[in-house]
């Protein structure tokens, strides 16, 4: 439960972050924008360091499934567009795969 809070906490950083410079490069906010994009972005980061998995690529690819879903929740609540059938069921073979680099029975390292 502590690594899919890491995660879902962690892409909402990241989407927020990325946002910040795209809004300040693409959208013409203020250059303000960057210094809490920065600090989301810096957040982000150090969540991923509390998905509890043996290694870093493991985190990140498992993390990586539950970003897509973010990105589509972004997507309707900031952005005002609704994701089709097509978004979610994407979405939902991503969850299904980043739950399975997470949970499955790892072999150790060696």
Do not use: N, Q
Not at 26 to 37: D, E, F, K, M
Not at 77 to 91: C, H, I, M, Y
């Amino acid at each position: 439960m502590k690594s899919l809070l890491a995660s879902v906490g962690a892409a909402f950083l990241e989407i927020a972050g990325c946002f910040a410079v795209w809004s300040w490069m693409r959208l013409g906010a203020s250059a303000w924008w960057l210094l809490p994009g920065g600090v989301a972005l810096a957040l982000f980061a150090w969540l991923l360091t509390r998905i509890e998995v043996d290694a870093a690529g493991r985190a990140y690819a498992a993390y990586g499934g539950v970003y897509i879903a973010a990105t589509l929740v972004w997507l309707w609540l900031v952005e005002g567009t609704r994701p089709d059938r097509w978004d979610l069921t994407g979405a939902a073979v991503c969850l299904l795969g980043a739950g399975i680099i997470l949970f499955a029975p790892h072999r150790t390292p060696g």
